[in-house]
């Protein structure tokens, strides 16, 4: 089936550091989304984007945090400057325009020292 | 603020045995009502999902839903060691921009 591909897998940073989160969607897909997941709690909403816009954001979505899809390549997650709460799994998805189901990587797993 | 909530948190069955999840959700305006399922490490994967209320059944799975109840449910007939997993349950509003809301999950075992 469909496969939302993250990159990298894992990514160690220092607090106050820059770091981007790297998501390649389905081909077709035209929404794209960002949830986090902080060990041993239920996956939550980041963001959803799409046409080159933030569309929804939750209050996990902090001031650091931006998103962009420059040119139908990447669809990244940054994060500047990192704190330690930033630490968690962040998985992206992607969705058809008419279709309710949201395609999901395997994660990101990010650790701010 | 949609609270999700799952039971139970962990489930060990036999194989061959009827396996049922629980999903409560408390925003009436939910719309959209899915199962995902995990594995270890993998990314999830959507299971099957419904709109209206009553049931669904796809092969070994079926996913009944009612509203009225704040309640869904997932069952595995006939469950398989190859079904052990975690199982997710998802809820959104009707919009295609919404957000999904999810549960902490249940971890299933399957026991040969």
């Known amino acids: 089936g469909p496969k939302v591909l993250q990159i990298p897998s894992h990514q160690i940073i220092d607090m106050g550091q820059m770091v981007t989160l790297n998501c390649d969607p389905v081909?077709?897909?035209?929404?794209f989304y960002w949830y986090k997941q902080i060990l041993g709690q239920q996956m939550e909403f980041l963001v959803n984007?799409?046409?080159?816009?933030?569309?929804?954001k939750s209050k996990l979505f902090k001031d650091q945090f931006s998103v962009e899809r420059p040119d139908g390549s990447y669809f990244t997650l940054k994060i500047q400057p990192t704190a330690l709460e930033d630490s968690a799994v962040y998985f992206c998805?992607?969705?058809?325009?008419?279709?309710?189901?949201?395609?999901f990587g395997p994660g990101t797993r990010l650790t701010v020292l | 603020q949609q609270k999700v909530q799952q039971s139970p948190e962990s489930l060990i069955v036999p194989e061959g045995a009827m396996t049922s999840l629980n999903c409560t959700f408390s925003?009436?305006?939910?719309?959209?009502f899915a199962w995902y399922r995990q594995h270890s490490g993998k990314a999830p994967k959507a299971l099957m999902s419904?709109?209206?209320?009553g049931e669904k059944e796809e092969g070994r799975f079926t996913i009944h839903l009612n509203k009225a109840s704040l309640h869904f449910s997932l069952h595995i007939r006939d469950s398989q060691p190859s079904d052990s997993a975690l199982y997710l349950c998802?809820?959104?509003?009707?919009?295609?921009?919404?957000?999904?809301?999810f549960g902490a999950g249940t971890q299933l075992i399957v026991i040969p």
């Open positions: 998805a992607s969705s058809l325009l008419d279709s309710y189901e949201q395609y």
């Open positions: 081909s077709n897909h035209l929404y």
């Open positions: 984007f799409y046409n080159g816009k933030v569309m929804e």
């Open positions: 925003d009436s305006a939910s719309q959209y």
């Open positions: 419904i709109f209206s209320n």
């Open positions: 998802a809820v959104r509003r009707g919009s295609a921009l919404g957000r999904l809301h």
